[in-house]
């Protein structure tokens, strides 16, 4: 049988274990198998750690038996046996209750895994998983580094390294199987090993330097399939002409600039001009806006929107939600006025119309809206993804905004854009910043500009951690200067991780995708609810203040209604969920109470903090945890209070989340090809292959000389693709 990359894994080892492979680790073929890198590689020595080891840590040591013992027990019917197990660093007790374990013999060594447990002051494991080391190829195991992959329920990691190591040809490497796809020039400028020489490394390494030298081959991969599909894509649409939409003067543009009721700060203004430039231009813009929390954005977007218009255009709005997307087209009508009424009765009639499109319209809106869209009535259009669906046609569209883009894939952006008869410009929007090589990676096809300033006159927002386990009395005062507030005129939001009341089973926290990855921890409470909280506060603390909740579980028009409620302070406090995370305005809220703050990223406490203090007054936000202030948990949201600078707040939240969920992708970043490339610590690795891959495009021929590398990044869209298909 000869064997390919392509090869499928059941063919090579059998039913069973491929049929594990495939279902508990989506590995299909000989090359998921040896892209399957293992986590870390056990050695002697480690159990010199031992000590920091905590009960209920789950660890895998390799070790040699020193000491068999077989008795029988005297309280019970039965034997137990102790085997003691050392690498010369130290030594621990392996327990089994009337069961011997045959091959476990003085002298053989193996790999332990269990749960660490003390019994009489000495660590031990109970039933550990065994895997003796075979010494058939002559192994020194006792000198050797023991790979440990990624395992699952039935496949082990042993089963993983005794897979691969049938796939070592008789050369003794992967010589036979592997071709190499990158360009032997192109490695030698970077001092790269070949890619069969790096397979071997990192399956088998004799050292750590080994290693260390293997994976910066193997991120050099990731790297440069990644930047060429980023250079592709810039290059294609460098090359498909769009449509200038120059400025006009006397049009929506000036109205919007005449009705607004404040300065553009300088950073708008600069951005502005930015965009005005680029919009004048038959080559489509590509641009990524991030500006911090209330930086103000939406400005600078509905200013170019109109430009776009004024020249004969149409400009669509993506939100992520329906109370965004309802808030926007409510404040960009206001602001237009009788402008964005043209052909009403009261309407300009040399303005437009502002359609707003969600999922959730009635069939007439909706055919009513959509009418206004293909007929070019509409000039601004505004809405969720209901926006992209089939059946929603423009006119004209000139420009796509979209606004918080980490909601959104790549995908959702380009069919919007796909909907112009010509390419259109795009603006992203986002208020997570990240940092460049990040941006290099997930937004590479983009240019970018950033909003550092605030609006100046904000009252800022000063932050403070409330451990509740430790001072009860503060959550008291919490309530306390939340009343104060209220009584000061202003309003407050009160934001829990769940809706409760399990009526239904679908009540998951509302949007957790910004949690840190705690791993399943039995012992946790369920997360506090909106309709307890809210039930709570208003027989309690709050008792007398007009107080209503929000959540994804009420129709999109009870939203709608209660955040206009809530804007035209008929509420004081709103208890909601993360629906208010992103985007919503309303300037005279002041407080932000976040219960159970812990079940919240970073940039997801920042995203909700940035709702207050979006007006002249000062704003306070309290993070209420039962996590004590020592933990690694306590420690996050302090940073989260101390720091009000995103930036800094969006790698901190990088560095506690793995590089799959920065990337979008699911679970294990396996689609997106980065395994073992980081965004954070490999940013020379990453420009170094961004130039490589700019240069390799811009030469005549392509890739068309590199099969390999054209093959790296058709199989990098493929996944994409599926990936997107999944999603939908
Ligand atoms: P974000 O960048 O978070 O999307 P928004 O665009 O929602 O922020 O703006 C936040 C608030 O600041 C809004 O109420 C907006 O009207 C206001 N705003 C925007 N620009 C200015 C400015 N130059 N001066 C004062 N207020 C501004
Ligand atoms: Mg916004």
Redesign the pocket.
């Known amino acids: 049988m000869s064997v390919t990359l392509e090869t499928s894994l059941a063919r090579v080892l059998g039913p069973k274990t491929a049929t594990g492979m495939a279902e508990q680790l989506s590995l299909h073929t000989v090359r998921d198998l040896l892209r399957h890198y293992p986590r870390r590689y056990a050695q002697r020595g480690e159990m010199a750690r031992l000590d920091d080891l905590r009960v209920g840590d789950r660890v895998t040591i390799l070790a040699q038996v020193t000491s068999v013992s077989t008795r029988r027990m005297r309280q019970r019917h039965g034997t137990i046996t102790e085997v003691t197990v050392g690498d010369g660093a130290g030594s621990m007790t392996l327990v089994f209750f009337n069961h011997k374990h045959a091959a476990l013999a003085r002298g053989a060594w193996g790999l332990f895994a269990g749960t660490v447990g003390t019994y009489a002051g000495k660590l031990q494991f109970t039933h550990p998983d065994c895997h003796l080391l075979d010494n058939d190829d002559g192994e020194d195991w006792a000198r050797a580094l023991v790979p440990i992959y990624p395992a699952s329920k039935d496949v082990s990691s042993w089963v993983i390294q005794k897979s691969v190591k049938l796939l070592i040809g008789a050369g003794g490497g992967f010589g036979d199987l592997v071709v190499d796809p990158i360009p032997e020039d192109l490695r030698a400028r970077h001092g790269l090993p070949s890619l069969a020489a790096a397979l071997l490394d990192i399956h088998r390494p004799t050292s750590l330097e080994d290693v260390e030298h293997a994976a910066h081959r193997l991120k050099w991969d990731e790297a440069l399939t990644l930047q060429l599909t980023l250079a592709a894509r810039r290059r294609a649409a460098a090359l498909e002409p769009g449509t200038a939409r120059p400025r006009r003067p006397g049009g929506l543009l000036d109205a919007v600039d005449a009705a607004l009721p ?4 300088e950073g ?1 203004r600069a951005v502005g001009d930015e965009l005005a430039g680029e919009l004048d231009r038959d080559q489509p813009m590509h641009r990524l806006l991030q ?1 911090e ?7 600078v977007a509905l200013r170019a929107m109109a430009q776009v218009v004024d020249a004969g255009g149409q400009a669509a709005l993506l939100a992520p939600t329906e109370v965004l997307a309802a808030q926007h087209a409510r404040g960009i009508r206001a602001l237009l006025g009788p402008l964005g009424r043209a052909g009403e009765l009261d309407g300009d009639p040399s303005g437009t119309r502002v359609a707003l499109l969600t999922g959730s319209l009635k069939a007439a809106a909706r055919r009513e809206a959509r009418a206004d869209v293909a007929e070019g009535r509409a000039g601004i259009v505004i809405g969720t993804h209901a926006l992209i669906q089939e059946g929603v046609e423009f006119a004209d569209l000139g420009l796509v905004v979209v606004d918080e883009q980490h909601r959104f894939g790549v995908e959702q952006r380009d069919a919007l854009r796909a909907k112009g008869n010509r390419p259109p410009h795009v603006l992203v929007m986002t ?1 997570t910043p990240i940092p460049r090589t990040v941006a290099m990676t997930v937004y590479g096809d983009l240019e970018i500009s950033t909003l550092r300033q605030l ?1 100046s006159g904000r009252g800022g927002v000063s932050s403070s951690v409330v451990p509740v386990n430790e001072k009860r009395s503060w959550l008291d005062r919490a309530w306390e200067r939340l009343r104060e507030e209220v009584a000061a005129g202003r309003q407050a939001y009160v934001v829990c991780p769940r809706i409760g009341d399990e009526a239904g089973a679908d009540d998951e926290p509302e949007d957790a995708d910004g949690a840190p990855d705690d791993g399943p921890r039995a012992d946790r409470r369920p997360p506090l609810a909106v309709l307890d909280i809210a039930e709570l506060l208003r027989s309690g603390p709050l008792a007398g203040l007009r107080l209503d909740v929000l959540h994804g579980r009420l129709t999109p028009e009870e939203k709608d209604a209660r955040m206009q409620a809530f804007a035209a302070r008929e509420i004081d406090v709103l208890v909601a969920t993360t629906v208010v995370e992103v ?1 919503v ?1 309303v ?1 005279n809220a002041t407080v932000m109470v976040v219960m159970d703050a812990d079940r919240f990223g970073v940039s997801q406490l920042h995203q909700l903090r ?1 709702r207050v203090a ?1 007006g002249k007054h000062a704003g306070l936000c309290l993070l209420v945890t039962d996590a004590s202030s020592s933990s690694s948990t306590g420690q996050r949201l302090a940073a989260v209070a101390a720091t009000s600078d995103g930036f800094e707040l969006a790698r901190l939240d990088l560095e506690t989340r793995r590089e799959g969920d920065i990337l979008g992708a699911a679970q294990s970043g396996r689609r997106s090809g980065v395994r073992m490339l980081s965004l954070l610590e490999d940013e020379e690795l990453i420009a170094s292959a961004r130039a490589e891959a700019t240069a390799l495009l811009e030469t005549e021929r392509g890739l068309a000389d590199h099969p390999g590398l054209a093959a790296e990044v058709a199989r990098l869209a493929t996944d994409e693709r599926a990936e997107w298909l999944e999603k939908a």
């Open positions: 404040f300065d553009l700060t708008q500006g929390v209330g930086s103000g954005k939406t400005v208020a609006p985007g305005d300037p940035g979006r």
